[in-house]
């Protein structure tokens, strides 16, 4: 979020919600760990910063319209070369589907993950899981699969330009024609909390796709 052209914040948010005993909670968790409510920890100019942030995405309309031309625009080239997407596109991010992306990987070798990891090693670029890593376990131990197997590119606003997005379809396109050769993945560590940003991984039989390879 930006409070001008060039100005971002670089750490923090806000909390939002509208039940009373809730908020208290969360208030006084947000004294013990981050700082006095009223600012959570942040320096005055990334306050600044989210506010303009959040005022903007309420209330300007042409920098919500152009975000979300944005991901139509990344969406489309992709669905042009028939590269499996989450149908429809969206405000924020295009969604990979990672299971129909990648039909030889199993479930349980985390197609989503393993494609996160691929398209970083090609071109550079940080997606998200949003796939059976995200997921967990359930209270038995059993790993669960969601419906989706999906790799995230989020598009933030006021960050892209067009030929970034050329780049970023260009990269994900010439993986797909390689899909074949990135394998799946095997968990090696597992936290207890939020695997998805902590677990570690190495890749099944052979190596994932090598960058420039």
Known sequence: MSAKKDAFANIGGFLACNDETLFEKARGLCVLYEGLHTYGGLAGRDLEAVAQGVYESVERDEWV????????????KLDEAGVPLVRPWGGHAVFLDAAGFLPHVPRDRYPAQALAAALYLESGIRA???????????????????ELEAVRL??????????????VAASVIRLYERRGEIRGLKMTYEPKLLRFFQARFEPEAAAVLAAGK
């Open 154 to 167: 989020t598009l933030p606003r006021r960050v892209y330009t067009q030929s970034h997005l050329d780049y």
């Open 65 to 76: 319209a152009h975000r979300v031309s944005q991901v139509r625009y990344l969406w489309e």
């Open 128 to 146: 998200m899981e949003r796939g059976a890593v995200s997921a967990g376990r359930d209270p038995e131990g059993h790993e669960h699969f969601p």
